[in-house]
């Protein structure tokens, strides 16, 4: 059993900053890939950032220069640092890891339950 739990979301103003935290508990091998997608009304869930260990973060280019994603590989956590929101930035952020749990070879995808960040202007 594997669970993704994310806090941080809150109200902003336009401008203003937050920073998102996400905890990955459970029966975990290995998590290679951990990030944060997110999923506006009406809209898909899409890719915000990403990271892999030993590699470059990958971000949305609507979000690059605003968002910094980090990661504690020892603590299972990763962290969305969004400075500079803006009210298009409004949507539910969900976690995402791809990971390997005991007793499988191959690595599968788990989601947190969303934390919803609002960006007032």
């Known amino acids: 059993q594997v669970q993704l739990v994310e806090s941080g979301g809150d109200l902003v103003q336009a401008g203003g900053s937050l920073r998102l935290s996400c905890v990955a508990s459970?029966?975990?091998?290995?998590?290679?890939?951990m990030g944060w997608y997110r999923q506006a009304p009406g809209k898909q869930r899409e890719l915000v950032a990403a990271?892999?260990?030993?590699?470059?973060?990958n971000y949305a280019d609507s979000v690059k220069e605003r968002f910094t994603i980090s990661r504690d590989n020892a603590k299972n956590r990763v962290y969305l640092q969004m400075n500079s929101l803006k009210p298009e930035d409004t949507a539910v952020y969900y976690c995402?890891?791809?990971?390997?749990?005991?007793?499988?070879?191959?690595?599968?995808?788990?989601w947190g339950q969303g934390t919803q960040v609002t960006v007032s202007s």
């Open positions: 995402n890891a791809r990971l390997r749990t005991p007793w499988v070879t191959f690595l599968n995808d788990y």
């Open positions: 459970g029966s975990i091998v290995t998590i290679n890939t």
């Open positions: 990271i892999t260990s030993g590699t470059s973060p």
